[in-house]
């Protein structure tokens, strides 16, 4: 069984900044992309940042040079630093880890979320 536990979000002004964490327990298989997915309200989850087993990044169009995403293997925990924050990043982000064998995937798991709220 794989949980994942977000923590980090908040309020902030405009050009803040703010670091996500999310830990993993549990075990997640070895070929895996870890993600930061976002959702404002009345729109659809779209994908902030991406990070392989790999270790190929991979950002939204929109954040790119402003957030950053890592991970720590002991404990096994993913970050994203988010710089120069904008109104249009508020919404609530959530931790995804899938494990992939080619083109299958090998279990998806979602965290709870994090609420970010970036004011004007």
């Known amino acids: 069984q794989v949980t994942l536990r977000e923590s980090g979000g908040g309020s902030v002004q405009t050009g803040g900044s703010l670091k996500l964490s999310c830990q993993i327990y549990g075990h997640v298989f070895s070929s895996n992309i870890m993600s930061w997915y976002r959702q404002a309200p009345g729109k659809e989850r779209e994908m902030v940042a991406s990070?392989?087993?790999?270790?190929?990044?991979n950002y939204l169009d929109s954040v790119k040079g402003r957030f950053e995403i890592s991970k720590q293997s002991y404990p096994n925990t993913l970050f994203l630093q988010m710089n120069n924050l904008k109104p249009e990043d508020s919404g609530v982000y959530y931790c995804?880890?899938?494990?992939?064998?080619?083109?299958?995937?090998?279990?998806?798991?979602w965290g709870t979320g994090t609420t970010v709220t970036v004011s004007s």
């Open positions: 995804n880890a899938r494990g992939v064998h080619g083109s299958a995937r090998v279990g998806d798991y």
């Open positions: 990070y392989s087993s790999g270790g190929y990044e």
